[in-house]
């Protein structure tokens, strides 16, 4: 079955850079869109980028010029590059996979099929 493996997170200091990868095994469609949602403990599922396989993209103002989002089509696997990191990015990562383009409502954690385990990410100031 379709599994989603994320790797890349860590701790850093604040103004810091990680990267992200999540790659979707045995994933067969040919369009669809990867997501990354982050939670923080006692806060809700936030969306923060989603890019599809005809290469639009959506990002979150909490992260626009700061994180960015790529996707490797030919390696089925989602990147998120995260630079000048602050300690309110500290938060479970999740990626998620759903058939199809990205969507109008592509903050909705609904809409997507698969997801994976996270990743944690610690920023300290």
């Known amino acids: 079955q379709v599994q989603l493996v994320e790797s890349g997170g860590g701790s850093v200091q604040s103004g810091g850079s990680l990267r992200l990868s999540c790659e979707a095994l045995r994933y067969t469609r040919r369009d669809y869109c990867m997501v990354w949602f982050r939670q923080a403990p006692g806060k809700k599922r936030e969306a923060v980028a989603a890019m599809d396989t005809d290469a639009d993209k959506s990002i979150a103002d909490s992260v626009k010029g700061r994180f960015t989002i790529s996707l490797d089509k030919t390696k089925n696997t989602l990147y998120l590059q995260m630079n000048n990191l602050k300690a309110e990015d500290t938060a479970m990562y999740y990626c998620?996979?759903?058939?199809?383009?990205?969507?109008?409502?592509?903050?909705?954690?609904?809409?997507?099929?698969?997801w994976g385990q996270g990743i944690q990410v610690s920023v300290s100031s």
């Open positions: 998620a996979v759903r058939y199809g383009w990205l969507l109008v409502d592509w903050r909705n954690p609904s809409e997507y099929d698969h």
